[in-house]
């Protein structure tokens, strides 16, 4: 799992079994061939109680078109059955048609701390000392926390950036717990949270020192997984590398080169060595890389269009159904122990 903005999981379970599992994407621009690698594949593969779906409401944090929020949710419900997710394994859902979510919000920001919010990293980065920052900028951590207590998660695994976002779900679920217990004991589950070994995450073609992001300003650094194959190889043929000859693996002096090898290793099935092994050029080892993306993205693109858009409206719908009903007894819980019951 990798909690952000874009990509968030709760999971239980790593290993499959019995474990409950959750993760959001949120639709803030296109999806990458990093945010399948990172997140979608593993949701194809993921095996117990999986709660799947998009985070729309944290697309509204900060300027937004409704016309282009819509395209982008829409492009996002398809993509999720494109690539693979089953609904008859797994409950995918809409986060706002699972008004639940909202409901915790409120509660949970009835035990948060102004103070605390504003320590938040995306709200000192983008919204501290703005006279037109959104509310919801500031708030959108205890949202988050209510997508993890919602689902009782009880291990959440995360990269160092975002130990913070979990580590208010856990101050706020012991506040919770302790200023409000519940008739029948805690509440809510306090998450752990986990920083388990992590995949190299792709930066962008264009600009290696940042990561290839889905809400990024130049398309040019960015594989979407709606590219054509035309497109890919042109994007990965005009990627930045260096003046050094020959081919070696040391993201620090070499940051475009390596991401090349990165994105190869993660889409290939070779290592990072055997690549290395086997071109003596930035020219050969970019086929390479094409043919792999490709291999990857051209069935999903197929499948995308070959899917009937009613019948994902139906997906997310029935999906939505079933996240409530297991979340409403979490919700139901909360409002009776802080005296809405």
């Known amino acids: 799992m990798s909690l952000d903005l874009a990509e968030r999981s709760a999971d239980l379970d790593p290993a499959g079994g019995d474990g409950v599992q959750l993760s959001l994407l949120t ?4 999806l990458t061939v990093g945010n399948y690698l990172g997140a979608l594949r593993p949701m194809r593969e993921a095996t117990g109680r999986c709660f799947f779906g998009i985070s729309d409401l944290h697309a509204m944090t900060t300027t937004h078109r409704p016309d282009l929020l819509r395209a982008r949710i829409a492009e996002f419900s398809r993509l999720m ?36 919010l504003g320590r938040m990293i995306q709200y000192k980065e983008k919204g501290r000392g703005r006279p037109d920052t959104r509310m919801s900028l500031l708030s959108y951590p205890v949202l ?50 986990i920083n388990p070994k992590i995949a190299a995450r792709l930066k962008d073609l264009q600009d290696p020192a940042v990561k290839m992001s889905k809400s990024s300003t130049n398309p040019a650094g960015v594989i979407y997984l709606l590219d ?29 080169l390596a991401n090349l ?22 020219g050969t080892l970019k086929n390479t890389v094409a ?14 269009a070959e899917i009937d858009p009613a019948e994902v409206r139906m997906i997310f719908a029935r999906g939505a159904e079933q996240a409530r009903a297991a979340a409403a007894p979490t919700l139901a819980a909360a409002r009776d122990a802080i005296g809405l019951g």
């Open 27 to 30: 639709p803030s621009g296109r």
């Open 81 to 116: 059955i494109a690539v693979g997710l089953d609904p008859d394994r797994q409950v995918i859902f809409r986060q706002s048609a699972v008004p639940e979510h909202t409901g915790l919000h409120y509660l949970l920001e009835c035990v948060a701390r102004v103070g605390e």
């Open 144 to 193: 988050m926390a209510a997508d993890i207590l919602l689902y009782q998660a009880e291990k959440i695994p995360v990269g160092d950036d975002q130990t913070q976002h979990v580590e208010l779900a856990r101050d706020l679920a012991q506040r919770f717990n302790r200023d409000y217990p519940g008739s029948d004991g805690d509440v809510f589950t306090v998450p752990e949270v």
């Open 228 to 256: 054509s194959p035309e497109t890919i190889r042109r994007k990965i043929k005009r990627a930045v590398t260096d003046s050094e000859p020959g081919i070696s693996y040391r993201p620090d002096e070499r940051p475009g």
């Open 261 to 282: 090898l990165d994105l190869g290793a993660a889409t290939s099935g070779l290592t990072v060595q055997e690549l290395i092994n086997s071109h003596t050029s930035f």
């Open 291 to 304: 043919d792999a993306v490709i291999a990857i993205i051209e069935p999903i693109r197929t499948r995308y």
